[in-house]
């Protein structure tokens, strides 16, 4: 509804008695207008400008603490800056995380297809196991070397009550290094709920819906245990779980609970009767920084495993208990953590342990960590029948880094037993335990290596050095010919990892395998770099098994030595 106002010039001029009528509009004899008292707007209180965060004390805050009081502040801001709208509104934040890597070369000059063990076609396009030596990538599940990506949709919501904060990831990887169809796997699916209290610290809880590989015990990653394979028999692999989590700035602590799906045995006699059972296991641990150079951590776990399948002992669950522990002391370096083990967050910290990139300041920084595992697995006893005995395992590292203004150097004693190296299989002979006339040697290496970065021309050079001595299991071999068993002698098998064994000829020992790559980094981009490596690998160990003209086969050691070379371009954003 609309009120038209007409001003009278707008219907007569000022003074005239004989105006022209306007059509439709009453012409009344000229008068004196009433003077009406002037009525001035209604002015409104001036609208004080919205105290800027930090500066505003409400009542509530005025018998506050100043770390209470700064806390709160800092609570606003973050709900203002995570809720601009409404909740059914605010978009998810989504990010992939990808690695594309183009390699030329051959990992073995010296061969051809089929002459070796590890298998080295003519140069070529692609990615081969033998590029990889003992040394690299021991604090990551990557070689660097992989066509993947993840796809993350992730979403951070503060909660209603204060102090509350809501966060929740789907996380996909999507692997085609080896294969042009690829794979699509879930990588780390997680809901987390944090809360802190003013002055306090923050309690979080997550829960893996689906999988809780990134959930584990140890420290570097090649020494962590209590993974997803821990459950090898886990229905459709499956290992949802939940994580309980307290920290403040110098301490932590985690318990933790996973479940898993296995099939149960059949009854004795009988080949039917499996059932889908669960099996559950428990972490926890806690960390301490006394100072921010020193840091003191534990951990540990209880895990079922699934039933023992082996005869006398089918249907008794297999156990493993175990603990792990680090201490490290650090003079101007961060003690990390694995990427690999970390939840996929949109935050600058994980972004950053994404790409891996150096950073080198001014003068001289170290860190040295020292971290060992020791655990006990209840297995079948094969010095007596019917019952089960635990079997021990342990590992542990020695890291030593050192960074001087643009040169870096790392050194590493590494060291791993061989029912540690099988601990998910489980032990030489599944769900057995070794035998005590069984004689054993643990795996044991050092390595040693530098690099040096050049600003100028984005290059860094690097080269590392390395001895392995693997780990072995002397075991007396016969054979049956039918009327009689043929001793073949003390047989002496190596066992590098899972699957990964050679067994040498009789009488043969082990015998130590000597690495080293030489490495040129040329930077392109923060995203892209080109690398020239140069690999030599002498390995004793690798044997074949051959015929002979009579029909019988011999164990012959192969040639020893693998000399390979690539020009590898790589791509991380």
């Known amino acids: ?33 009433e003077v009406k008292p002037e009525v001035k707007p209604e002015v409104k209180p001036e609208a004080k400008p919205e105290a800027k965060s930090g500066e505003d004390v409400t009542d509530q805050e005025k018998n506050m603490t100043p770390e209470e009081r700064s806390w709160r502040r800092r609570l606003r801001r973050e709900q203002r800056s995570m809720m601009p709208m409404p909740e059914f509104l605010a978009p998810e934040r989504y990010f992939i995380d990808t690695r594309i890597a183009f390699i030329l070369g051959d990992d073995d000059f010296l061969h051809s297809a089929g002459e070796t063990i590890i298998d080295s076609p003519l140069p070529g396009f692609g990615n081969r196991p033998g590029y990889e030596l003992f ?15 993840h796809i993350v949709l992730y979403k951070k919501l503060a909660g209603y009550i204060p102090g509350l904060t809501t966060e929740g990831a789907v996380v996909t990887r999507y692997d085609f290094s080896s294969s042009r169809d690829g794979k699509l796997a ?13 002055g306090r610290g923050e309690f979080s809880v997550t829960m893996f819906p689906v999988s809780t590989d990134r959930f584990r015990l140890g420290y570097m990653y090649d020494l962590t245990w209590g993974g997803a394979d821990t459950f090898a028999a886990a229905s459709k692999q499956l290992t949802p779980g939940v994580k309980f989590n307290y920290r403040t700035p110098d301490m932590y602590a985690f318990f933790g609970v996973k479940t898993a799906r296995v099939l149960t045995n059949p009854p004795p006699g009988s080949n039917q009767g499996r059932e889908s059972e669960t099996v559950y296991a428990m972490l926890g641990g806690f960390g301490w920084t006394p100072s921010e150079k020193l840091s003191i951590e534990a951990n540990g776990g209880y895990f079922q495993m699934g039933e023992n399948p082996n005869l006398g002992v089918e249907g008794e669950m297999v156990q493993l208990v175990g603990a792990s522990g680090r201490i490290a002391y650090m003079n101007g370096m961060k003690l990390g953590m694995s990427a690999d083990l970390r939840l996929f967050r949109s935050d600058q910290e994980f972004a950053d342990s994404l790409l891996t990139k150096p950073s080198y300041k001014p003068g001289l920084h170290y860190l040295v960590s020292l971290e060992g595992n020791f655990m006990a697995q ?3 006893d094969p010095d007596n029948y019917g019952t089960t005995t635990f079997q021990p395992a342990y590992a542990g590292a020695l890291n030593f880094k050192l960074q001087k203004d643009l040169a870096r150097m790392t050194f590493t004693l590494f060291s ?27 795996e044991l290496f050092a390595a040693v290596g530098g690099d040096y970065y050049f600003p100028n021309l984005h290059m860094t050079l690097g080269l590392t050095l390395g001895v392995q001595m693997p780990s072995t299991a002397k075991v007396h071999l016969t054979t049956s010919t039918g009327a009689s068993d043929v001793d073949l002698g003390i047989r002496t098998i190596v066992v590098r990892n899972e699957g990964e064994i050679s067994v040498l000829p009789d009488g043969e020992d082990a015998l130590p395998i000597l690495g080293s790559k030489l490495s040129l980094k040329w930077d392109l981009s923060n995203m892209m770099s080109m690398s020239f490596v140069v690999l030599y690998q002498r390995d004793p160990n690798f044997t074949t098994l051959k015929t002979l003209p009579n029909g019988t086969a011999k164990r012959e050691f192969e040639d020893s030595n693998k000399f390979g070379a690539a020009i590898i371009a790589t791509a991380k954003f």
């Open 378 to 380: 209840s297995l079948s």
């Open 1 to 33: 509804m609309f009120t038209l106002l007409i001003p009278s010039w707008a219907l007569a001029q000022e003074g005239s008695t004989d105006a022209t009528p306007v059509p439709g509009v009453e012409v009344k004899p000229e008068t004196t207008p």
């Open 135 to 149: 040394f690299d990538n021991l604090d990551s599940a990557r070689t660097g070397r992989e066509n993947q990506f």
């Open 186 to 198: 879930d990588a780390g699916t997680y809901l987390l709920v944090k809360y802190q209290e003013p």
């Open 416 to 442: 791993r037993s061989l029912s540690f190296i099988l601990l998910n299989v489980p032990s030489y002979v599944p769900y057995q335990a070794m035998s005590g006339e069984l004689e054993t040697s643990p």
